[in-house]
């Protein structure tokens, strides 16, 4: 609890100064001011971030956490439950669709064991095993608050390494069969949803399996009475490890002064538990994508999010921060690399140009 609490009280906004020094200079480039929209956005953002005008973002990784889930035994996914394992091995070998994408956008795959229910081993996993799974939250909750908190923790840790090892953007990623149903939960509890508002698909359930998700959701509010005011009761009753785990990247990505990619419906829970422990925290996200699991544009709505993309995409994994990644990148190579109207010789409009292009 004191690595939570400390992460939490260290968490400052972005440097407002650096925003207005970035936005600036995106006038004194050669187009019209506001012309590359959301990309301006975003480039401010990052130098806010950062302190940074032009901020080097060439190591970047896609934190998957992985753990499983008990009210898989309400029949709620199209898979079963140990499709997690295996597929956090696939992840391991390079097979999985987020290994894929990542090494399009020249990003690393981190998976972390916080709760798979398996024994695990590969060089390049790192295990940080809570528990084998949750408990089935219908019947009883997920997990008590000192499990939770120290998942919240794994996360903060994570994070740390990895902008100890020189990583300069992270993502949300996470892998656990069942997981959309403990997030939908989570996501009607904090905001005062009804079961059938939160629950979507997930892996593609039919008519029947959505009606057991629905229900599940429903019982698990019911059965776990969670107090929406404190995000630790909420994730400890309803939540999932690296549902925890993925709230706990993203505090102590903030408190690095990282950005977070954050990707689909699973890890923007994740990003409304972070907010609900550190309000300051959201200034460090960026949504990359609207997800065609249900509820998920209600949640970036409620989260104050603007998804980059929209391309009907569910799976998970990080696979919609990692298409995002680009889009930074070019953001950033915006700032670095486009002549101003006074270095290129050309006629402008209102706004006097910075001496110089900011330096990496």
Do not use: W
Request: with cysteine; hydrophobic share 45%; charged share 20%.
């Amino acid at each position: 609890m004191d690595l939570l609490k400390q992460t939490i009280e260290s968490i400052r906004l972005p440097d407002g100064h650096t925003e207005r020094e970035a936005a600036q200079y995106l006038d004194t480039l050669t187009k019209p001011p506001g012309s590359l929209g959301r990309l301006e956005e975003v480039a401010v953002r990052l130098a806010g971030i950062t302190g940074e005008l032009a901020p080097s973002l060439a190591k970047k990784a896609v934190v998957v956490m992985a753990a499983d889930h008990g009210v898989c035994a309400e029949g709620v996914s199209a898979f079963p439950q140990e499709v997690t394992a295996q597929m956090v091995m696939n992840f391991l070998n390079g097979g999985a669709a987020i290994n894929v994408l990542a090494r399009r956008a020249g990003a690393d795959v981190i998976c972390v064991d916080v709760g798979v229910d398996a024994d695990l081993r590969h060089e390049r996993l790192i295990v940080r095993k809570i528990l084998r799974g949750t408990g089935n939250i219908a019947r009883g909750p997920a997990m008590d608050r000192e499990e939770a908190v120290r998942a919240v923790e794994c996360g903060i840790e994570v994070a740390g390494m990895l902008a100890d090892q020189g990583y300069r953007l992270l993502a949300t990623g996470e892998m656990g069969i069942g997981n959309t149903t403990a997030s939908a939960a989570c996501f009607a509890a904090f905001c005062g949803l009804d079961a059938a508002e939160a629950v979507g698909r997930g892996t593609g359930v039919d008519d029947e399996g959505l009606r057991r998700k629905q229900e599940a959701v429903a019982r698990a509010i019911a059965v776990n009475a969670p107090d929406a005011r404190d995000p630790l009761d909420v994730l400890s009753k309803l939540g999932g490890l690296e549902i925890a785990g993925l709230a706990g990247v993203i505090l102590g990505a903030a408190a690095r002064r990282l950005p977070v990619v954050i990707d689909g419906f699973i890890s923007s829970v994740a990003a409304l538990a972070a907010s609900r422990l550190a309000p300051q925290a959201l200034a460090y996200c960026f949504a990359s994508h609207l997800s065609a699991e249900r509820g998920h544009k209600r949640l970036l709505e409620h989260l104050g999010l603007k998804p980059m993309l929209d391309l009907e995409m569910r799976l998970g994994e990080g696979t919609g921060a990692a298409l995002a990644f680009p889009i930074l990148d070019a953001a950033v190579s915006i700032m670095k690399e486009m002549a101003t109207f006074d270095s290129a010789g050309v006629s402008r409009g209102q706004g006097e140009p910075l001496a110089a292009p900011p330096t990496a």
